[in-house]
């Protein structure tokens, strides 16, 4: 079954607000990316959290991951309209040594002018 | 000079028919991906090669045969196109498998099938 779940689906914010995503996921993971994807696109890589880590920091994005609640969330700061996208979660539940990402369901951001 | 390219970015055709969908990356990477976008914006991995040998094959009916004739490439080849078939499918490709370590995937723009 799906191994992202995320929430919430949609999200609709005023440019200079912030937007949260939440992602919750089931099994252990290697690691966990963010990716986003504008309409009619190809997902574009944002941030990788790896298992043993709990925050980090890219720009104004903002990724926790909670191992023990096994979830994790996106933190756009002080958005714009070009942040206007779907966000994705995307698990690395490689066991082989090669890498399989499993994604969530995504969270689309609608910002507002 | 894009990264990873797809062909064709729109395909229509009719049940039965039989169409192949091409990538190519021109980044050096050792994986490529093959993935399927539903309706619902729902992404799942189909299969992965790493230097031209399968390395994951989902749970993906056989019509589906991918071929990768160069690390730098993997088609996408689909008989007997039936309805369900209907998607977005996107090709990826990442470096440097065989280790947990770091590692990001880089989309094509998608080749969307229209199934009639």
């Known amino acids: 079954s799906q191994q992202g779940e995320e929430d919430p689906q949609a999200l609709s914010i005023q440019e200079g607000e912030n937007a949260t995503m939440n992602c919750s996921y089931k099994?252990?993971?290697?690691?966990l990316q963010w990716y986003r994807q504008n309409s009619g696109r190809g997902l574009v890589h944002l941030i990788l959290?790896?298992?043993?880590?709990r925050e980090k920091h890219s720009g104004r994005l903002r990724v926790t991951l909670d191992t023990s609640k096994k979830s994790s969330s996106l933190l756009i700061t002080a958005s714009r309209a070009a942040d206007t996208a779907s966000y994705f979660c995307a698990t690395d539940m490689g066991n082989t040594g090669f890498q399989k990402l499993v994604f969530g369901t995504g969270t689309r951001l609608l910002v507002s002018p | 000079d894009t990264a990873v390219s797809q062909t064709p970015k729109y395909l229509v055709t009719q049940m039965g028919n039989d169409k192949s969908i091409k990538c190519e990356q021109n980044l050096g990477h050792d994986t490529m991906y093959w993935y399927k976008q539903d309706s619902k914006k729902f992404l799942k991995i189909m299969f992965s090669?790493?230097?031209?040998?399968?390395?994951i094959n989902e749970t993906v009916p056989n019509r589906f045969s991918p071929k990768s004739p160069d690390k730098a490439h993997l088609n996408l080849h689909i008989n007997s196109l039936e309805l369900g078939d209907s998607a977005v499918y996107f090709c990826?490709?990442?470096?440097?498998?065989?280790?947990?370590?770091?590692?990001?995937?880089?989309f094509g723009a998608g080749t969307r099938l229209s199934v009639l």
């Open positions: 990826a490709s990442s470096p440097q498998q065989g280790m947990k370590a770091k590692n990001i995937q880089y």
């Open positions: 099994t252990s993971i290697n690691n």
């Open positions: 090669y790493n230097n031209k040998e399968l390395i």
């Open positions: 959290i790896r298992s043993n880590e």
